[in-house]
């Protein structure tokens, strides 16, 4: 069915830029995008786990998922969105996947990868304490940058390499008083970092294989990892608990759970259109720098946060770190 109105602008993951090459203008307002919709989701999903005490965090995921498909559905069916690269009209397409077998068939790396980043990264942060956890998940920049170099033959300037050492040093000593060793807890974040930098390195070759933009890969990521999920969250009792929640029909937790979904469909827009029109390092590096906004924002709107002369210092030079990898992209470094 044809419309007389233009679609929404979508990525177009043919025209991504080298390392080397300077940010352009339209990939700085993708990676603030991602900083600014990050931060707001950390904030509503804070909310509803622990002013709410909402204890299934994989519904919440679930839910995010479901209304993230019925929206881009939605969207697609009436031509607001297209899934495919340069895709002007509407065209033929399967009735029950809206796109391609073929192409469906080529995300499924990038689902599976999805999937075990979002499993593992549950599981990741039973055994370690919170400081140690976040300072071994912010070298998941060092992860990312192996795996691109293995998977794309992407190599950083020595400029880049040095930021990204200076975020690594930054991250250990936020930690440094809290060195507890914890083989398996360890093995688990590290497998988690691993988990996060393919995923994030599939958006960039999958995406740039698959004839999808951002849209379309977030379509088939739902239409494969919904299912998945729904049979887990059931397994698991999850849903079975969620029914039971006391504050699941209080329009407060309601008015929560929407925004938390809204966020979270902008947030994967967003993930995808800056890790193609930029890279996966900068995707990781935008992430360690929306960390910092969220600690000091969550400080102010939940306490709990006490002082510590060496968090402090960590948090800075992981913040000086991520200024001069901005600083390098937009020179082009």
């Known amino acids: 069915m044809a419309k007389d109105h233009e679609m929404i602008p979508v990525t177009d993951p043919s025209r991504k830029t080298s390392s080397s090459s300077a940010m352009s203008r339209k990939g700085a307002y993708a990676a603030a995008s991602y900083m600014a919709c990050a931060v707001l989701l950390v904030m509503f999903n804070k909310a509803a786990l622990s002013s709410y005490h909402f204890p299934c965090a994989n519904v919440i995921t679930l839910f995010q998922m479901v209304c993230s498909c019925v929206l881009l559905y939605a969207m697609r069916y009436w031509d607001i969105i297209s899934f495919s690269v340069g895709e002007t009209q509407s065209i033929s397409y399967n009735p029950a996947t809206l796109v391609p077998h073929k192409a469906l068939v080529h995300t499924i790396p990038l689902a599976v990868s999805y999937l075990l980043y979002m499993l593992v990264s549950m599981e990741s942060i039973r055994g370690v304490n919170v400081p140690m956890y976040t300072t ?50 360890y093995t688990v974040v590290f497998i988690s970092n691993i988990c996060t930098a393919v995923y994030l390195a599939s958006i960039a070759t999958i995406g740039k294989s698959s004839g999808l933009n951002s849209f379309g890969l977030m379509w088939c990521n739902g239409i494969i990892c919904g299912p998945i999920l729904l049979i ?78 060496l968090n402090v210092i960590g948090q800075s030079l992981g913040f000086l770190g991520s200024c001069l990898y901005a600083y390098c992209k937009l020179r082009g470094r």
């Not at 070298?139 to 992407?154: A, H, I, S």
């Not at 950083?156 to 040095?162: D, E, K, L």
């Open 136 to 185: 071994l998940r912010r070298t998941t920049v060092v992860f990312t940058m192996v795996v691109e170099y293995f998977l794309t033959g992407q190599r950083y300037s020595h400029p880049v390499v040095g930021s990204v050492g200076i975020i690594i040093l930054g991250a250990f000593i936020a930690g440094a008083r809290d060195l507890s060793f914890d083989s398996y807890g």
């Open 232 to 309: 887990w969250t059931s397994i698991s009792g999850d849903l079975e608990t969620t029914m039971k929640f006391p504050n699941l029909f209080s329009p407060g937790f309601q008015a929560v759970m929407a925004l938390s979904c809204i966020m979270a469909f902008l947030i994967n827009y967003c993930v995808f259109w800056n890790t193609m029109l930029n890279s996966a390092l900068t995707q990781t590096i935008c992430g360690n720098l929306k960390d910092l906004f969220t600690i000091g924002l969550g400080w102010l709107m939940f306490g709990g946060l006490p002082f510590d002369l």
